[in-house]
């Protein structure tokens, strides 16, 4: 497997299981810096290497009334003092091609969205950043069809690659985690993420925006690590209830603590 690495973290064969969280969109800098610096504690405290998440602009709502946040100029700010403050690398998505440039400068890990996983200019222009480049899997894909997206980002030369699975579309407004792909896509040679909160969202489920599972993230969580995954992709926030987008599936601090003790102990058995 490609060893794919930032700064000490590592992910691939042997490697520690690795978190990537944070909340779904940038709020302000004060709460990035305080969700950051709890979610630090606690995965520090589970000995788990830590990438913090959160979007500067949420393109692909369902609703023109849905928060999207803060945009790319102000967001990327935001995160850019989180990374320096905290020492801690940086994961966003990047939904245009001509922002590629300007995220590259703060971003450690750029992020394809979902829904945009097939756009070709998107994907060569984040490979051409040189960054590590997250793909994630659309929802209306077959775990084997992300390898012509993998060759988009190793035509320039980037093997720098992460595919994060995030459930597949099932009937309406239901997604469904079919474990196997975590296993099909490792063998293609590159580290395999499981997003479980995304995997419990329901698409358009409340109507004119999405609503979610949130009780069967850690079930995934703990299934997804035990039959074989690099790292966690969650969404977290204090209060999901108050959350301006995707809180019917994110997790608190607590649920997160629970969660990791959980699945640190079900790695080291394996």
């Not at 602009?57 to 369902?62: F, I, P, V, Y």
């Not at 300007?102 to 756009?119: E, G, S, T, Y």
């Not at 995934?220 to 035990?226: E, K, P, Q, T």
């Not at 607590?254 to 394996?270: D, G, H, N, P």
Request: proline share 5%.
């Amino acid at each position: 497997m490609q060893q794919v690495s930032i700064k000490n973290i590592k992910f691939g064969d042997k490697q520690p299981l690795v978190l990537i969280a944070g909340p779904c969109v940038i709020q302000s800098l004060s709460f990035c810096l305080d969700t950051a610096k709890k979610i630090k504690r606690i995965a520090d405290d589970c000995g788990m290497p830590f990438i913090f998440k959160s979007s500067f602009d949420k393109a692909n709502r369902l609703s023109i009334d849905s928060y999207r946040g803060p945009g790319l100029i102000k967001g990327l700010a935001i995160l850019k003092s989180v990374k320096q403050q905290l020492k801690i690398p940086i994961l966003s998505d990047v939904h245009c091609a001509k922002d590629m440039p300007a995220a590259a400068q703060v971003l450690d890990i750029i992020q394809i969205p979902a829904f945009l996983c097939r756009q070709t200019d998107l994907i060569v222009a984040a490979a051409k950043t040189g960054k590590i480049v997250n793909i994630k899997k659309g929802q209306f894909l077959a775990p084997w069809d992300i390898l012509p997206i993998i060759k988009k980002v190793e035509s320039v030369g980037n093997k720098q690659i992460l595919i994060t699975e995030r459930g597949v579309s099932f009937g309406y407004n239901n997604l469904v985690t079919d474990f196997r792909s975590l296993g099909i896509m490792r063998a293609l040679g590159y580290p395999v993420i499981y997003d479980a909160t995304h995997s419990v969202q329901l698409p358009g489920g409340s109507g004119d925006c999405s609503s979610g599972q949130s009780e069967f993230v850690t079930g995934l969580s703990r299934a997804a690590v035990a039959f074989g995954c690099d790292g966690l992709f969650l969404e977290v926030h204090p209060d999901p209830a108050q959350a301006p987008c995707d809180g019917a599936n994110m997790i608190n601090f607590k649920e997160l603590e629970t969660l990791l003790k959980q699945v640190t102990k079900i790695r080291k058995a394996l």
